[in-house]
Structure formats: C-alpha cells, structure tokens
C-alpha cells in the first residue's frame, strides 16, 4: 500500500460543483501539502499545514480551501470548480528536520467541464 | 515569472547519448533538491544539494549545486531508456517551502 493516498484518482465535474480530494497518509510526518501541476508550470504550492492546528496559504489559494482533520488526513475542496482548475493535484508529505524531501502520492487528476 | 527556470523543458535524445538540464534562478536557496516523476506516478526524490559547488553522484547522474546556490545542474551519462521521465528541480526557502520548476520532459529513444 502506497504511504500516501490520494481518492479520488480521476474525476470529471461540471462548473459550479463542489468537489472534495482527500490525502490520508501512514508515515506518521506532521507536515502536509497540497500541489498543483500543470503542463509546463511544474508544481505549484495551494496550502501547507505543520501541524494538526495549522494551515497556511501557498501562491496559489484563491479558489481552494483546505482542512486537517487529524495527523493522517489533510483534504482539499473546491467550493465552486471552474474549467481553470482542471489540473493535476498532489498531496505531499514531509518529516523535519531533515532534509525536507517531499513524499507524494499518485495525484487526483481532476477535471471541470 | 518562474522562480526556478528549468532548460530545456523537452529533450529527446537516442540511448547511449550525454545530456544535461539545467535549473536557474536569480534567488538564493538554502537546499536544492531533484525529482523524477513518471507517468501516473508523483514525483520521487533523487537527491538534496545544500553546498555550493556541491557535487552528488547516483550512478550515471551527476547533480551540481551552484558557487552562489542560485543553480543548479543534473547531468546523465549514456542515457538509457529507463531515464526517461520527468525531472524537477525544487528550491527551499527556508521553513521547508519548497518552489518548482516548470520541469524537463527527458525521452530517451532505444
């Protein structure tokens, strides 16, 4: 089983729904992230959270809103999908001090017609 | 305006062949750190430079971090068919906020 899980894998939506992508991971690290990737854009920064009671804007927020619910599991919902957010999502994990290397999952391609 | 300027953003090369990609930036990172990522997959971490002028080598990869820790590069040798995917270069400033490059698409042919 991969350490970081992403549901759902694919989805299609339409304009205006409000869409949910969970995270759960198993590598007991404090410190999760949410990326998104586009063509030629390489990875950019939507939320990051240290702790269980911390959450912080990445560059690119607008849009997005995040919650952790427990140490594991760190969610990102799009309260009202546009076509401009069809995207690749990543959730991401880290364990400081160390080196900083992130720990991805398989990403949720998402797409809003 | 990119942050992390990666070249070239798509490189196709035959197996056997040299090459190297490069990730520029005007800004100062405390850590540099290469990805590659594959098709389905999220990206995996290759290697961490935190010294300038450091050099890492990983088998036929070679990664380089610049004097002034603003660049850096990732060189491959006989580039083989499993090297293909895409490479990212990741800077950290500081509290472990790392920035991205756009990416290189590396194709390496049979």
């Known amino acids: 089983d991969a350490d970081v899980t992403q549901t759902p894998r694919n989805r299609i939506t339409k304009t205006g729904k409000r869409i949910m992508l969970e995270c759960s991971q198993t590598?007991?690290?404090?410190?999760m992230y949410w990326y998104r990737q586009d063509p030629g854009l390489g990875l950019r920064l939507i939320y990051y959270?240290?702790?269980?009671?911390?959450?912080n804007k990445g560059e690119i927020s607008d849009g997005y809103s995040v919650s952790r619910q427990a140490q594991a599991k760190f969610s990102l919902s799009l309260e009202s999908a546009i076509p401009n957010q069809t995207a690749l999502y990543f959730c991401a994990t880290s364990d400081p001090p160390g080196t900083g290397e992130l720990f991805f999952g398989e990403g949720s391609r998402l797409t809003v017609l | 305006t990119q942050l992390l300027e990666q070249s070239p953003q798509f490189l196709s090369i035959q197996e056997g062949e040299n090459l190297t990609v490069y990730c520029n930036s005007s800004?100062?990172?405390?850590?540099l750190q290469w990805y590659r990522q594959e098709p389905g997959e999220g990206p995996v971490l290759l290697v961490t430079v935190v010294t300038g002028g450091e050099v890492k080598k990983l088998k036929r990869l070679t990664f380089q971090f610049g004097d002034a820790r603003k660049d850096s590069s990732l060189h491959i040798t006989a580039a083989q068919p499993g090297d293909t995917g895409l490479y990212l270069c990741?800077?950290?400033?500081?509290?472990?906020?790392?920035?991205f490059g756009q990416g290189t698409r590396l194709t390496i042919n049979p």
């Open positions: 590598k007991g690290h404090d410190r």
């Open positions: 959270s240290f702790d269980v009671k911390d959450i």
């Open positions: 990741a800077g950290a400033k500081g509290a472990q906020k790392l920035v």
């Open positions: 800004s100062v990172f405390s850590s």
